[in-house]
């Protein structure tokens, strides 16, 4: 292969510690190679007779990816020609070496002439003719027969996980933008997260511009990309503050699409996250994932579907609220007032078990495409509350039970009310599914039976519930008419969210509670999840 | 030496002067209600209140569309139109 691209100048030291440039005033033969890979073992007679043959006319540069091995490869070759230092790693870098041996032949001024990689009998010999004709000798013949037709290279050592990553974050091109914080060896770093008020009162992980690096492969996106503005302080989010705060929380690379697409939706006016963060009521993001990434990725949507255990389920929400502290500055007892919060302000992310639902999944319910993924976000309280039933045998009885139950959500008697987030268990499925009922009948259902007399909503001297005093909520007469008529909890049937999870045993419903809702409050959103292929 | 890179948005708040101190409440004063609950109860008893110890001043009330979100610009653009004064009467 002769491309004639000019190579990337470079100086490194020799084994005798002096510096040696590219290009120099000569041809030179690159040959870069490391000490624990048979080819380049099989590859070190012929750069050295290379060396005694040409070496005259043409600089042949061993080039060395660790120290102690470039000793060893010395010793055991009896090599003259120049052991070139790189186990630093930066010129196999800009050189894109991915497989060594790889032999790069290039003229006096630094354009390549000629490039392979591994072992390949023809290829040595061409360059050998090729070296003959560029230094105008005529060396002892090499004999060939005894070398193999070809044999394989061995990786790079510039590519090996983490090494890879560190050497795209140091070098001139890297993607990084964010500020650099350096922490003395004698400091804990973790300690030091705490200190810096970064964490969420868990340790984090540290954003090495490594770990950035090794997150960023988890998206096509532009580092830089601004996805939204955060709020309270409406600070841009790029995708790579997003990768950081994602590295922080655990995520692996793959969920940073989910992270992503829910950080888009939190950005929006409807999704309101600046009141979700600053209500004394205790709302949260809540977002639940649908499509295929949820097998992709392992998330949990069984057996103890809203707790720990499972680490895309934990870091995915966590890396979203974690935005929101660091980017969005929502910190508690700043802008964040709740008055109790929850643990689910730690993080609340969960898949919905489509597997288990006979009913068309939340996302397809909200016009996307069964087999995209699509992450939802609610601004709700968290928790989830559940609701027992273990004995109803009917759609009708069990679904009643799970009425009565969000009857409860921010008071019972707080009616007209905005959204809930419903999450049926597969029993409770099973039992609903025997009388074939749909998702609009479990809804109608809902507001059938929380549907009260406005009489019975009303405030008296026991109780209160809908923001007004006895007297005041009392005082316009009302017709009797009126007084009878029945006003059901939700507002809308559409207010009613309703997704399948949990484990197979356990005849309970789970709630996740209102909070303001609409115009007034946040909008359910969804956004689809750009995957990977 | 661990280096890391900064998880938050950068941006060095910007340094606010405190407005210039009249000395004398004159023109008209904003009250700002929340919309929470039973918040115009307090907003009332202050707008009293201000009437009775400041006679020559005009007392508004103005109110956001919910709680739960900033004041909307048209809110904010009308109370700044319209007042000399403004004070942001409840939040929870």
């Given at each position: 292969m002769a491309n004639g691209i000019s190579l990337p100048a470079f100086s490194l030291d020799d084994a005798q510690g002096k510096a040696r440039s590219f290009p120099g005033k000569r041809p030179a033969l690159l040959c870069f190679?490391?000490?624990?890979?048979p080819t380049c073992g099989l590859s070190m007679p012929l750069i050295e007779s290379a060396h005694r043959a040409f070496g005259r006319a043409?600089?042949?540069?061993?080039?060395?990816?660790?120290?102690?091995?470039?000793?060893?490869?010395?010793?055991?070759?009896?090599?003259?020609?120049?052991?070139?230092?790189?186990?630093?790693?930066?010129?196999?870098?800009?050189?894109d070496i991915e497989i060594v041996p790889t032999i790069i032949l290039a003229d006096a001024d630094g354009r390549e002439l000629r490039r392979f990689i591994g072992f390949g009998r023809s290829d040595w010999r061409e360059l050998w003719?090729?070296?003959?004709?560029i230094a105008k000798v005529r060396p002892p013949a090499i004999d060939w027969s005894s070398y193999p037709e070809s044999r394989p290279g061995c990786g790079s050592k510039s590519v090996e996980p983490g090494i890879a990553d560190r050497l795209i974050a140091e070098s001139e091109g890297n993607p990084l933008r964010a500020r650099r914080i350096e922490i003395a060896d004698?400091?804990?770093?973790?300690?030091?997260?705490?200190?810096?008020?970064?964490?969420?009162?868990?340790?984090?992980?540290?954003?090495?511009?490594?770990?950035?690096?090794?997150?960023?492969?988890?998206?096509?996106?532009?580092?830089?990309?601004i996805v939204g503005t955060c709020a309270p302080n409406y600070a841009p989010v790029t995708i790579e503050k997003i990768a950081i705060n994602a590295v922080m929380a655990g995520c692996k690379p793959e969920y940073l699409p989910v992270v992503i697409a829910a950080t888009e939706v939190i950005c929006t006016p409807e999704y309101n996250i600046h009141g979700i963060t600053a209500t004394t009521y205790g709302a949260t993001p809540i977002l639940v994932v649908n499509g295929p990434i949820r097998h992709k990725i392992g998330m949990n949507m069984g057996i103890n579907v809203f707790g720990q255990g499972n680490r895309p389920n934990a870091t995915i929400g966590r890396a979203v609220k974690?935005?929101?502290?660091?980017?969005?500055?929502?910190?508690?007892?700043?802008?964040?007032?709740?008055?109790?919060?929850?643990?689910?302000?730690?993080?609340?992310?969960?898949?919905?078990?489509e597997e288990k639902s006979p009913w068309e999944p939340l996302h397809v319910e909200r016009g996307f495409?069964?087999?995209?993924?699509?992450?939802?976000?609610?601004?709700?309280?968290?928790?989830?509350?559940?609701?027992?039933?273990?004995?109803?045998?009917?759609?009708r009885s069990v679904v009643g039970s799970i009425g009565l139950g969000v009857e409860a959500s921010w008071h019972p008697n707080a009616h007209n009310f905005g959204d809930i987030l419903l999450v049926i268990s597969p029993e409770h499925v099973d039992t609903i599914w025997h009388d074939r009922w749909s998702k609009e009948d479990i809804r109608r259902r809902i507001q059938e039976i929380t549907a009260r007399p406005l009489r019975d909503l009303l405030p008296n001297e026991d109780y209160a519930g809908i923001g007004a005093l006895p007297d005041q909520a009392n005082q316009r007469q009302r017709s009797e008419a009126e007084l009878n008529k029945k006003i059901p909890k939700f507002q809308s049937t559409k207010n009613i969210h309703i997704v399948v999870a949990g484990g197979p045993a356990g005849k309970w419903s789970a709630m996740f509670g209102g909070w303001a809702s609409g115009i007034y409050g946040s909008v359910p959103t969804s956004r689809k999840i750009e995957e990977m292929p | 030496m661990t280096q890391i890179l900064d998880p938050t948005d950068e941006r060095v708040p910007v340094r606010r002067t405190l407005a210039g101190r009249p000395g004398k409440i004159t023109g008209t004063v904003a009250l700002l209600d929340i919309n929470k609950a039973r918040g115009n109860v307090m907003i009332d008893q202050l707008k009293r209140r201000l009437n009775e110890r400041l006679p020559d001043v005009q007392v508004k009330a103005y109110r956001k569309l919910t709680p739960a979100k900033p004041a909307s610009d048209e809110v904010r653009r009308q109370i700044m139109e319209e007042s000399d004064f403004v004070i942001e009467a409840l939040a929870d």
């Open positions: 190679v490391k000490e624990d890979c043409v600089d042949v540069l061993a080039i060395g990816q660790d120290r102690a091995g470039n000793d060893a490869l010395v010793k055991r070759h009896g090599l003259t020609a120049a052991m070139l230092d790189d186990s630093a790693l930066k010129v196999s870098f800009n050189y003719e090729e070296l003959e004709r004698q400091d804990d770093v973790f300690e030091f997260m705490f200190d810096q008020g970064l964490t969420d009162g868990l340790p984090v992980v540290p954003p090495t511009p490594e770990r950035v690096i090794r997150m960023l492969r988890g998206t096509r996106r532009d580092a830089q990309e974690l935005i929101v502290r660091n980017v969005g500055g929502g910190r508690p007892g700043e802008v964040e007032r709740a008055a109790f919060g929850s643990t689910s302000k730690f993080t609340c992310c969960f898949p919905e078990f495409n069964a087999n995209e993924s699509v992450v939802t976000c609610f601004g709700l309280e968290g928790g989830p509350r559940q609701i027992a039933d273990q004995t109803s045998r009917t759609a | -």
